[in-house]
């Protein structure tokens, strides 16, 4: 077999670069970076200055020029380890102070970027641009001081716009975005707050303290189940988030608590179910919409335990929780109707068919409207002393009973004050049993129809007839007579 020579490749020295041409070569990347970024080209700008870097590590310009470039890309946690990196190589770069501040501020971190404008000062005190950013500094300061002191004292709209006034100087910050969500969901304003804890989501979505307030949205709007989740999450990313470890507990305590009482009040132990939905209502005041329903249920209760005052006092603390609750209004009126105050009825029915106008809400109305109506009129069970489903014979019973008591003969050594009291009573109860005793009468009073439309008019009628008529004779049976053993007035009944 023939040999073969092998030819080996010969090995290339390294090439040496000098480091004047290195620089050379990193100035001509910033210059193509600086030509990009009037373009506001920024990412390939980026690009270029990062070769600059790469070729010259050592110069501050280009890392200040990088960082205003990842400012601009409101990538500003780079842009600040760039303006840091800036302001170790270089202590008196001014624009590598400036730029640090801004990014401090825009990240939130005022007093920082306070120190950084400071310094900017102390080199160039008359530098207009750092008096002003100082001052901005200054400001988000006061927007932070006076929003903890405003969240203390649980006037969460001030907070909001403190959050706003704040967000305006430093726009990236989380730490603000987050305070105002959380406050927007403890104003009810959910869907606001949902869309500040989702955008900072998209951004990271390991924040926990995002992860809280979507959670708490949730929360506040009664999906217990969920806001759980959100809550338990939130916890894995952040351990030591105290405000998701007490919503969670709460949530949990809450949901626990309520299907207790739900499953008593199934049971008929309506007693429990009130104790219960007590305890439930004092696990977290700011729940308005949980609470909301809980009001109404233990206004249900309330009903149930013939308690009808303090149901309707229940069902209005759901609906100064949630105007708009239809259920906390329909039992509110049930209320009403029961204890026969219709007016307050027809406003509650009223309100839940401009909401609402469904068949039988409508029904709801028209009954609480005639109830009204007919609690207007003279009350003939009332006069008589009956129920509203006496029977004829009760009804009789009870006009024998009345007339007798209020007639003028029995009253006859009275004064004259009361004599016209008695001829009154005497008169209405003829009148009541005049329409009870008669079924046609009694159905058209029963269905609140004027009575005056008849073509037996019932100002025609004789109080004293009936009495003759009913008793029977020409004197009525009777004769009312003194018992002279008696004092004056005392009467009694001889029947013939």
Known sequence: MAAVDIVMPMELEPQIISDDDMEREAEGFKEQGNACYVKKDYSEAFNYYTKAIDACPKNASYYGNRAATLMMLCRFREALEDSQQAVRLDDCFMKGHLREGKCHLSLGNAMAASRCFQKVLELEPSNSQAQQEHKNAT???????????????????????????????????????????????????????????SDILRMDSTN??????????????????????????????????????LACRNAKALKAKKEEGNKVFKDRNFEAAYRLYSEALAIDPNNIKTNAKLYCNRGTVGAKLKKPDQAIEDCTSAIKLDDTYIKAYLRRAQCYMDIEQYEEAVRDYEKVYQTEKTKEHKHL??????????????????????????????????????ALMHHPDRHSAATPEVQKEEEKKFKEVGEAFTVLSDPKKKTRYDCGHDLEDDSNNM?????????????????GGFSFESNQNQAPGNLFFQFG
């Open 365 to 402: 109305l028209k009954t609480a409207q005639l109830e009204l109506k007919k609690s207007k009129r003279k009350d003939y069970y009332k006069v008589l002393g009956v129920g509203k489903n006496a029977t004829e014979d009760e009804i009789k019973k009870a006009y024998r009973k009345r």
């Open 459 to 475: 100002g025609d009628f004789n109080a004293n007839n009936i009495f003759k008529t009913f008793f029977g004779g020409p004197a």
């Open 139 to 197: 400001a988000v300061l006061e927007y932070e001081r006076m929003a903890e002191f405003d969240f203390e004292k649980r006037d969460f709209r001030k907070v909001v716009y403190c959050m706003d006034k704040a967000l305006g100087l430093a726009s990236t910050c989380h730490r603000f975005k987050i305070l105002k969500a959380e406050c927007l969901a403890l104003l009810g304003r959910y869907p606001e707050a949902q869309s500040v804890a």
């Open 208 to 245: 926990g303290d995002a992860l809280y307030v979507r959670g708490l949205c949730l929360y506040y709007e009664d999906c217990i189940d969920k806001a759980v989740q959100f809550f338990v999450q939130a916890l894995r990313m952040a351990p030591d988030h105290g405000k998701a470890r």
